[in-house]
């Protein structure tokens, strides 16, 4: 990892009367080091998205980042806090740029590897572009899959695009993963609801709701 010169703080900074912030400030000021500087801004990226509810501020500290350090492992990290403000904020678009970008950085730790490619399912679901996003959801399983997220999101692209039985495949091996993944078994039960017969259809569901049952009793 290098550094290249160090930029000035973004516009607007420091924002609050916080001690919190005052105490971050410094610690970015006076960090000699390429890595210490780093640690203090990822703190105060973390405090204005957190604590100080500037989204703005967090998002402008990130991109600092992204300019100052040459650190595609980093890099990548913060193109997914910059995917996670926009998601928050329900900005789909912009949040698959996001992760996309973190792609391009070519990380190699597995973490960063499957939640970029997890999230960039999640909005092309949410955009309605199914089975773009069954592709990333399958990407990111190729990583890991004792994570409940992407099975999850692999059954949203699923039921997307009509496959009523593949999503529900994907809601039980999500419950498999973590039994008590609330997102999963609320799908779940919401698509036995509307369709009844896939309890008839599917000796897997049938033996899950055998489970369930037995566990409440």
Known sequence: ????????LPPGIPATRTHVEQEILKAVDTASEAQKRKQALWRLALFYHEQAKRNDLAAAVLQLMIQEFDDPENTAVVYYALGRIAQADEKWAVALEQYEK????????????YFLRNNAGFCLNALGRFREGESYCRWSLEINSRRPNAFKNLGIS???QGDLRGAAWCWLEALNVDPDYPQARSLLDELLIEHPALRAQCVSIQLELFLRNTRRS
């Open 102 to 113: 973190g792609l391009l950085e070519l990380p190699k730790q597995p973490d960063t590897l």
């Open 158 to 160: 699923f039921y997307g």
């Open 1 to 8: 990892m290098s550094s290249s010169i160090r930029l000035p």
